[in-house]
């Protein structure tokens, strides 16, 4: 700390290696010593050295080998990412290396929220063929946690950076664009599904398929204003919709079964997806005149069943919904 004050005052440059190596030495005791942290912000800043910034990636790696979840270190990264950003052509690059230490860290240290919100905050610097490899590539790890919410968070992270384009890309180049990020879509919601079938009573699988749906459903008001640029007919928009409504209400009747009631997973399943269900018909547009009367009297008659305990809080749900 004497070093620190004597070298803000005197910006004597024999200080700074004594400041960094004693402030190394101190992170590597206490990670979380802010101060310590700053100091190296301040000399690096004013070095501009490509050097530096690196041996900052290493240094915060270090920490974070054995204190995945430090804070500081993570943001200290994203200080070092940000600087190197316009300045380095190595940039992406360093980005890819960046995702896979998250996933490294993610799968020595479980739900590990800093670790996934640093990785999230790399999505704004990724180009869209990085995003597009990002997702195929933390799919496989996705499906072998699907209780960690954090890594279905960060592929919808990735899906809305890849959905920008449409609103971005020239109306002669906005079809092609529109097709492949409904591909993407699509292959996410089977995935979904079939994930959902396989893995019976995981919330996270459902709160990834609302936005699925959400997203879906914005993505059609889009081709009806027009702004795609290749507006589909409506009377096709609407028979999409109702189509996508149906399969869905298909997948309600599939889950809502519960073969054991002595096993609670079976319970859990079909409570989410008619909440699912629930809040879906909430999004439904109301140019579609669509008559959810008897779907709304199937959720409440599944809900009562399984969780007969919480009646009244579903009668006033639908109820609420009805008006």
Known sequence: ???HRQYKTSNNETLENVVMIHSRAL???SCDFGTAWNSRKL????KQLLPIFMDELRLSALVLSYSPKSEQAWSHRRWVINMLSGR???LQDIIERESELVEKFAEKS???YRAWNH???LVSYMTREQVLHELKRSRNWAGLHIADNSCFHYRRKLMLRNFEG???FQEN???GYSAKAYQVWKEELDWNEALIKRYVGREALWLHRRFLCLYWMRYLAANLLGISGQSEPRCSIDNDIKSFLDHEFCLLDSCSTVPDDDFEDFQAQAIHSASYMLWLTKHIPKSQGIDLQDKLSDLLRVLNKVCPERSSLWDYLVKNHCE
């Not at 000399?43 to 004013?46: G, L, R």
């Open 119 to 121: 990785r999230c905050w």
């Open 166 to 168: 449409l609103h971005h």
């Open 110 to 112: 479980k739900m590990n």
């Open 1 to 3: 700390m004497d070093l």
């Open 27 to 29: 992170l590597l005791l």
């Open 173 to 175: 180049d906005s079809f």
């Open 88 to 90: 380095c052509s190595t």
């Open 43 to 46: 000399i690096a800043s004013k």
